[in-house]
């Protein structure tokens, strides 16, 4: 086995494990900081791509997106011309924290060595969730994480023998991608362990998720439990079991979520949270080793409101983490301070958005709490193109601080989850958010923005409760 040190070069070295979001984000701030002479950066990637979009990749499924490489944000070429040397096809299958040194291994000719870091960046990302059931690696079952995995649905898609798909899950990425399916002329079945889809949502705004999703022709499940998946003579998937019935399936989509990928950091003693994501400090600097960094989907963050850790996997949070950890592996100073939630997506023509807790979140952590929903519209109701809009907001009972907020609409309204997600980062009341001065004209809000009618009804409740 080669081994390489890293070291007596005259210079420092950072080793970076994850080439998307937050780990080249990290390297390539800690290069804009550091030259090659004071930094040499190596990153270890086990895919054939740097830096893209996996949230797009519904979008390229569906064919909104024609063009594989436009989810890519920069190409390996790209970070190399930057002094960052990127090794695809390259997976790091040991940390050894003692000795400053991680070993790998190259999926072409399966060579291992060694590589020595003065400094260590973990952005392992996360692995979809594959329950353990017979029949779920059989050919035309697929996950969706990587532009590989794209392509190998699009594939699929285009040679399946028929026009029937099964989504397993409906989270975001099983509502997106039933979407896209349906786009691409496939008759939809989601199943759902869960009695409404969109489990981020509290059961009332999912139950309205549902109703949009049975009316756009997807068949939505609910207390499905997946127990099988069927193959045929060729061993193909044929159908899917759940509750003791067989849903007929050409092709099967898992969207059962991510968990954090850290059989590394586990393996090296490295503290884990609750949810099994890497625990790290305000600097992104992970808990109790001054030299390693983790950010992205193999981390947990602070809940700003709740006050817990818990594991938020969006490209937005990765790349603010990799700007973070580039900065102080380069010398410099910044800080994660948390989140408080916020999501948007979309099926169809229906947008989804939430920010904060949901009920359950509240209760979980002890908070009493008021609830009101309001109903509104896009823009003024005289306006053409106002479109319906559910709001639903929780806020503390006694103090009236805002706590969450969901929104269910047609376009204009998953955006409008932002001013809840900058009030609840500011730590404003329902009454505080009620008074914002919003931009208004009737083609873009009623006098009164929706978010701020929830408000209102919110302040009344508080006030009632009293």
Known sequence: MERDTGRGTGRQRLVVVGGDAAGMSAASQARRLKGPDELEIVAFERGRFTSYSACGIPYWVGGEVTDRD???ARTPEQHRARDIDVRLRTEVTELDLDRGRVRTRDAESGTESWTGYDRLVLATGARPVRPPLPGIDAPGVHGVQTLDDGQALLDRLDGAPGRRAVVVGAGYIGVEMAEALLRRGYEVTVLNRGEQPMATLDPDMGRLVRAAMDGMGITTVGGAEVTEVLTGPGGDVRAVVAGGTEYPADVVVLGLGVEPETTLARAAGLPLGTYGGLLTDLAMRVRGREEVWAGGDCVEVLDLVSGRERHVPLGTHANKHGQVIGANVAGGYGTFPGVVGT????????????????ERDARAVGLRYVTVTAESTSRAGYYPGAAPMTVKMIAERRTGRLLGTQIVG???AGKRVDIAAVALTAGMT???VAALDL???PPFSPVWDPVQVAARKAVAAVREAG
């Open 439 to 441: 931009g208004y004209a």
């Open 410 to 412: 047609r376009e204009g």
């Open 343 to 358: 999501a948007v997506s979309k099926v169809c023509s229906l947008e989804i958005a939430r920010t904060g807790l949901r």
């Open 70 to 72: 436009r989810l890519v």
């Open 430 to 432: 329902v009454e505080q």
